[in-house]
């Protein structure tokens, strides 16, 4: 059973380009979540989604960021018009159905994401 | 400060000592969990204490839970030198969003 897969591993843009990040979660699992690590720091929640469904956004950026889930396929994670500061690691995780009032978030080996 | 902050921020011991981590944190929560980060890596879930428990261990690792004062700790028994990494714990408040603190970066000295 594959774990989380997220590519690329390492992505390099530069200013204004557009960066896509693919994740595929754990097989059986339907809910997806993205975060974004500065170094040196803890990981900030971005995006929760359900198939097809943004569940909650509210890490999200306003602009230049959107993510979906589609019923095919992987998780995407897309910043348009990169910026320096969107440089970071960026980990996506899957969970399984809620059991008995909590459960564990897997996490992908991440994207390091560099804006030159 | 923000939900989960932990304590040390670094920490450097000698293998076979034992290794303590502290997490604290402002809301109410359904339960903590503590991931392990090795550098360059994803997260690793470690363990799960939910808000009506006060003491869980597994293996080597033992950790605490107080709700009244909104802290957690965790310890790592007879450190080795592979438990090298950095340590984050993580609230669950329900909204199934974790919120992470910044980390402990544990150094064992073999």
């Known amino acids: 059973n594959a774990g989380v897969m997220q590519n690329p591993r390492h992505l390099v843009r530069r200013r204004g380009q557009e960066a896509r990040l693919r994740c595929s979660p754990m097989k059986g699992h339907s809910h997806v979540y993205w975060y974004r690590q500065l170094p040196e720091e803890g990981l900030k929640f971005m995006v929760y989604l359900q198939k097809e469904n943004i569940i909650d956004e509210s890490g999200m950026p306003k602009e230049r960021f959107s993510a979906e889930f589609p019923k095919e396929g992987p998780s995407i994670l897309r910043i348009q018009q990169v910026v320096r500061g969107d440089s970071a690691a960026y980990f996506c995780?899957?969970?399984?159905?809620?059991?008995?009032?909590?459960?564990?978030?897997?996490f992908g080996a991440g994207t390091r994401l560099s804006v030159l | 400060s923000q939900q989960g902050e932990e304590d040390p921020q670094a920490l450097s011991i000698q293998e076979g000592e034992n290794a303590t981590m502290n997490c604290s944190y402002k809301?109410?929560?359904?339960?903590l969990q503590w991931y392990r980060q090795n550098s360059g890596r994803g997260l690793v879930h470690l363990i799960l204490?939910?808000?009506?428990?006060r003491e869980k261990h597994s293996g080597r690792l033992r950790v605490t839970l107080d709700t009244s004062k909104k802290s957690s700790s965790l310890l790592i028994t007879a450190s080795r030198a592979a438990d090298t990494a950095s340590y984050f714990c993580?609230?669950?408040?329900?909204?199934?969003?974790?919120?992470f603190g910044s980390g402990t970066r544990l150094q064992v000295q073999p």
């Open positions: 993580a609230t669950d408040t329900g909204r199934r969003a974790l919120t």
């Open positions: 809301t109410s929560i359904n339960n």
């Open positions: 995780a899957s969970s399984p159905p809620q059991i008995a009032g909590a459960y564990i978030q897997y």
């Open positions: 204490i939910r808000s009506n428990e």
